[in-house]
Each structure stands twice: as structure tokens, then as C-alpha cells.
């Protein structure tokens, strides 16, 4: 069986096609405001544009120079030590990349009518051993509901509806001490190094809020802050609402998170009981008003749904801008 043979004209276009890309968004200006920088030899811009040229070719570092294709004019150890560096902010370097192009092509294309929204959700990151690598830990898994070695992959995404672009996202370790598999160094927390070693066993809920936190200081804004449930907590909610933001989640039903409604502190489960659900081919079962938080509390809609995966079952969503219909909470988490 003969070998595929290799495009090479498509290779040049799609580094052309990076070039383009580093020049329009001055990728080299962005990597030196977030501490991307070299006191001698070569650029690290050069080197972030060989890394991202060899993931849209479908080429490695190892694979070329054990070919002889390696033609670039720096050495192995030169550029692993810029992609291990503990000085660049990579969470600062993604959010002002992608409020840039947000900010200066995305925004123009659209209606202003039309809500921009921050989407965030987890996926895991496996491997398959964690013993020799920093805070690897023993993670749950919410897709198949077991533990597996590796990371939870945090990410903010922006969108407007029809775009959906990353902002930013962190790794994140198990917050228990004895789920950690891997080794733990310690770092001065003033310094970046120690700050993402932190932020990396700090509970998602939390982390949330600090890549949220790096979206809006970057200058990215949006209208409404898209989770699940794992993330829904009143505090956060609270909080978001208060950066000026409103907030479209899925409740967990949980009898010690509790809502203000009619006068009493109940949860999602006592008010389900309490209402009377609509019938027939209604889109959703029941919508309430409630209070959220402790502290100052805010007004909020709760609208309930059926399962789609489980008829005799329901679904929760939560939103803090009550002029908005249900239609469109259910349409905006779905």
C-alpha cells in the first residue's frame, strides 16, 4: 500500500495563512504585554508562530527532526523552554487576543439588537498517569460519573449566537490533597507561577469568576453568563449579576441551596411541590419569581422544563433578568 503523499502547497498556504494572522492582531506587541519575552536569542513570537504552524499542518517538533525536516534556526531546549515558562500570562495573552478580534471584526457583522453571551463549561483532560506531572490529579467526571486521572479543563467562550470563539481557560486539579496522584512544588503566590498553581485547585465555581474576571478587565463584554448546573451556586450568581452581567443556568436541585419565595426560604425541590404545573404541549411546566442570595439578595425567574431524556423527569433553569420570556430562557440554555 503506497503512502498518501503530502499537500505541500496547502502547508505553505495555511503558514501564510498564520503569518497573516500574527501581523493583523500584532500577536508580537500582545505576547510582550503578557510578559512573553526573551532576553536574548531568538523572538519568542517566532516561536509561538512555529507552534501554531505545526498545529494547523498536523506537524510535531519530534516527528521533524527525526526526518531531517527541521529547518528552523533554534534548538529543542530553546523552545520548550519558552512554551514551560512560568512568566507568561497565557490566561491575559487569550482574552486580549479574543476581545481584539471580538472588539474589532466580530461585533460589526452582527445586528446590535442580538445578545452577546459568555458560555462556560468543563471537559476533562485525561491521561493516563499523573505521577510525574504537577498536581495530576484523581478527577470526576461528569459525563460517565467516575473518577479518571488528569485535569478538569475549565473554559470561558464568547458568542453572539452564530460565532463561538475561546477567551480563556485553566487547568484544574482535585481541591482534596489526597486525590492529588502527581508531585506538588511550592511557588511564591505573588508571583504568576504560584497564582495558576492556585487557581488550579480552587473550586470551579471560584475559578470561574477569575476567568470572567480576565474577559471583562481585557475589555470583552457580554450580556448574559451561559453555565450548568455544577457552577450554580447564589453566590456566583450574586456576583455576576453585580459586574453587570445577567445570568442564564441550569439549578442544581439540591435541598441546601435555598430561594426567597412567598415570604419563605425554600429549594428548588419545595417549590417544583408547591405550584401547579401547566399541561398539554406547553413548553415549559412552571415560572416563578424568587429572590436570590443571602446578603443582597436579587430578583430572579425560575422556569422548569421536562426532560427530554427522561419524560418523567425535570429540569431547572434559573435567570436574573426577569423582563426576559420564558421562551427565551429555554432557548438560551438550550
Known sequence: MSSIPQNHSDEKALVDCVQRFFSKYHIGKLLARCNGLK??????????HYKLSNIFIGRSMYMQQRTGSFKEKFSKNTFYCFLNSAKTNWLRFTS??????????????????????????DSLFNRTSCKKTELGSRVFDHTDMHFKKGFR???????????????NSCLLAS??????????????????????????????PEAMMTLLDAAVSAGLNADYV??????????????????????????????????TYGGEQLNIKEIYSRNRKR???????????????????????????????????????????????????????R
Open 39 to 48: 532576553e536574548k536569542g531568538v523572538s519568542p513570537v517566532s516561536l509561538l
Open 153 to 167: 479543563m475549565l473554559t470561558l467562550s464568547w458568542s453572539d449566537g452564530n460565532t463561538l470563539l475561546p477567551v
Open 175 to 204: 481541591v482534596k490533597d489526597t486525590n492529588i496522584i502527581g508531585p506538588v512544588k511550592d511557588f511564591d503566590n505573588r508571583t504568576l507561577a504560584g497564582k495558576r498553581r492556585k487557581l488550579a485547585q480552587t473550586k470551579a
Open 226 to 259: 451561559l453555565f450548568y448546573s455544577w457552577f450554580s451556586n447564589p453566590a456566583q450568581i450574586t456576583a455576576i449579576k453585580a459586574k453587570g452581567m445577567d445570568v442564564i443556568a441550569m439549578i442544581k436541585k439540591s435541598n441546601r441551596i435555598k430561594y
Open 279 to 333: 399541561r398539554g404541549r406547553s413548553k415549559y411546566l412552571l415560572s416563578v419569581d424568587v429572590m436570590v442570595g443571602k446578603e443582597n439578595p436579587i430578583p430572579a425567574k425560575i422556569v422548569c422544563v421536562r426532560n427530554k431524556a427522561n419524560r418523567k423527569d425535570w429540569l431547572a433553569f434559573i435567570c436574573t433578568d426577569t423582563s426576559l420570556s420564558e421562551e427565551e430562557i429555554i432557548r438560551g440554555k
Open 96 to 121: 486580549l487576543l479574543a476581545a481584539d478580534i471580538v472588539n474589532n471584526d466580530i461585533r460589526d457583522l452582527t445586528d446590535e439588537k442580538r445578545k452577546n453571551v459568555f458560555i462556560i463549561d
